[in-house]
């Protein structure tokens, strides 16, 4: 029997967009090969994923574990301080 993908996340920012499956398949363009090469590394451990200007990202795995690239000296900060904590950022 064929199962149908139903779309569990997506992320757009200007031209590029994201779009993850809930089979854990994703299909992405205008999205960095900075960011691209570890998603495909990743990719059934993808739980969420955001994308900024200026090939900014946040993507956070199934194991808690992020990875981000942020320009704003605040939020980098937020972010590495939480990095320290057993939760997880959403």
């Given at each position: 029997?064929?199962?149908?993908?139903?779309?569990?996340?997506?992320?757009?920012?200007?031209?590029?967009?994201?779009?993850?499956?809930?089979?854990?398949?994703?299909?992405?363009?205008?999205?960095?090969?900075?960011?691209?090469?570890?998603?495909?590394?990743?990719?059934?451990?993808?739980?969420?994923?955001?994308?900024?200007?200026?090939?900014?990202?946040?993507?956070?795995?199934?194991?808690?574990?992020?990875?981000?690239?942020?320009?704003?000296?605040?939020?980098?900060?937020?972010?590495?301080?939480?990095?320290?904590?057993?939760?997880?950022v959403f």
């Amino acid at each position: 029997m064929n199962r149908s993908r139903h779309v569990a996340h997506v992320a757009f920012c200007d031209s590029s967009y994201f779009v993850r499956f809930d089979d854990n398949s994703w299909s992405s363009r205008g999205v960095p090969n900075v960011l691209t090469n570890p998603l495909e590394k990743n990719k059934s451990d993808i739980e969420f994923l955001a994308l900024g200007s200026n090939e900014q990202y946040f993507y956070r795995l199934a194991n808690g574990k992020f990875v981000y690239k942020i320009h704003d000296n605040y939020i980098n900060e937020l972010l590495r301080n939480s990095t320290l904590r057993p939760h997880k950022v959403f």
